[in-house]
């Protein structure tokens, strides 16, 4: 029997992602053996003390274990953190290390959401790609800027090492953990049974983008104003940077490193974004909105609208407008 270890770190940290995962597991090995099989995991809770509160006391958690008693596990799971990042690291430095040392021992490791941060300070992640939730990209990037941040991607997985996006979507990793261990028979049941999702690869329809402004290039910071006040404008990045007297090169590369998205993709995503707002709040045609945020090529604006958001413009209006539908 392989052991699986749910974390439980120490501060204000996020309980549903420890309950889900320690559910949904529990559930994924009684499904498996009703089949006739030997259980795949024994799960426990751990920590680096015996109970963890919860929401200013309303509720606790209280591990099975310690992590110093626990030699060895297959696989570990990292629950999501709160908003105060390095305050959490600080206070969890022995679980990062045992993380560490597990790793190098053979466990595969899993971060759910903003677990990342723990899972970065272990140097685990470098070099390698990873997603949280886009809220806290910047953050994120300031912290950790030898990571690759992708966090269009729902899940990645990259030797042994599993990350995915924001919120709930946590549910989406464990149901492709469970189909890893188990197999795709069990992860289909795990859906069923709690009605999740299956198969989503993308958290792109669910991203606010609100482009990075606390880099400090103020040359940057008005073009990044330009484009947000002028959406209905053809611009042209050349002219752009000659606004500001910056060569075109340097420029872009300037812009890449105080955002992490060239000046083309700044300008489509901020667009798509306002197309976003127009679909979920008015009635307008996508030929309207597509004008408004300034695409005169509908075929142009579809292929940016679906490559940003994981659906064409239509889709969207569908899901998140429902009375323009009527």
């Not at 999501?80 to 053979?106: P, T, Y």
């Not at 261990?181 to 999740?196: N, P």
């Not at 090169?249 to 667009?271: C, L, S």
């Not at 695409?295 to 679906?306: L, N």
Request: with cysteine; hydrophobic share 40%.
């Amino acid at each position: 029997m392989k052991h699986l270890t749910i974390l439980v770190p120490e501060g204000e940290n996020n309980l549903s992602s420890i309950v889900g995962a320690y559910k949904i597991f529990t559930r994924a090995n009684s499904f498996w053996k009703g089949r006739g099989h030997e259980e795949i995991f024994k799960i426990q809770l751990a920590g680096t003390s015996r109970e963890v509160e919860f929401h200013d006391g309303l509720f606790s958690a209280k591990p099975h274990t310690e992590i110093s008693a626990i030699s060895e596990t297959d696989l570990i799971i990292i629950p999501s953190l709160n908003h105060n990042f390095q305050k959490a690291v600080d206070a969890n430095r022995e679980m990062i290390e045992w993380i560490e040392w597990q790793h190098s021992k053979g466990a595969e490791v899993a971060s759910i959401c903003t677990g990342a941060f723990l899972l970065a300070s272990s140097g685990l992640l470098d070099g390698k790609s990873c997603s949280t939730h886009f809220a806290f990209a910047d953050t994120f990037r300031a912290m950790f800027p030898q990571v690759k941040l992708q966090t269009d991607l729902l899940i990645t997985d990259e030797n042994g090492i599993y990350t995915n996006g924001g919120a709930y979507s946590f549910l989406n990793l464990i149901l492709y953990l469970i189909e890893k261990y188990y197999d795709r028979k069990t992860a289909i049941f795990c859906s069923k049974v709690f009605q999740i999702e299956i198969d989503r690869h993308s958290q792109s329809t669910f991203i606010i983008f609100n482009g990075q402004k606390t880099h400090g290039d103020e040359v940057v910071i008005q073009a990044q104003n330009f484009m947000e006040s002028n959406l209905e404008e053809k611009i042209s990045m050349a002219d752009l940077s000659s606004r500001f007297a910056v060569g075109r090169r340097n420029f872009d590369r300037r812009f890449v490193k105080a955002t992490g998205n060239t000046p083309v993709e700044y300008m489509q995503r901020v667009r798509t974004e306002a197309a976003k707002k127009a679909f979920e709040t008015s009635r307008k045609t996508v030929r309207e909105v597509m004008y408004e945020v300034g695409y005169s090529d509908e075929k142009a604006f579809r292929e940016v609208f679906r490559r940003i958001t994981g659906m064409s413009p239509l889709e969207y209006r569908s899901r998140f407008n429902k009375e323009a539908e009527v």
